[in-house]
C-alpha cells in the first residue's frame, strides 16, 4: 500500500491553485454581508441621490433662465 504524506510543498501547491477561489469566494461573503447589514445598500442609495438631484436642480435653474 502506498502511503500518501501530506508535504509542505504539497500544501503550497494546493494553497497555490486554490487562492483565487478563496479570494473570490471571501469577496462575495463579504458583499453579502454589507448587503445583510444594508450599509451598501444605502451607499448606492446615496451615491444614486447625489447624481439625480443636483441635475435635477440644474435642469430646473436652466429652464427659469
Given at each position: 500500500?502506498?502511503?500518501?504524506?501530506?508535504t509542505?510543498?504539497?500544501?503550497?501547491?494546493?494553497?497555490?491553485?486554490?487562492?483565487?477561489?478563496?479570494?473570490?469566494?471571501?469577496?462575495?461573503?463579504?458583499?453579502?454581508?454589507?448587503?445583510?447589514?444594508?450599509?451598501?445598500?444605502?451607499?448606492?442609495?446615496?451615491?444614486?441621490?447625489?447624481?439625480?438631484?443636483?441635475?435635477?436642480?440644474?435642469?430646473?435653474?436652466?429652464?427659469?433662465?
Amino acid at each position: 500500500m502506498a502511503q500518501k504524506q501530506l508535504t509542505v510543498e504539497k500544501i503550497i501547491a494546493i494553497v497555490k491553485e486554490k487562492w483565487s477561489l478563496f479570494g473570490v469566494s471571501t469577496l462575495i461573503i463579504f458583499l453579502l454581508q454589507l448587503l445583510s447589514s444594508k450599509v451598501l445598500l444605502a451607499v448606492f442609495l446615496g451615491l444614486i441621490f447625489t447624481i439625480v438631484v443636483p441635475s435635477e436642480a440644474l435642469k430646473k435653474l436652466l429652464n427659469k433662465t
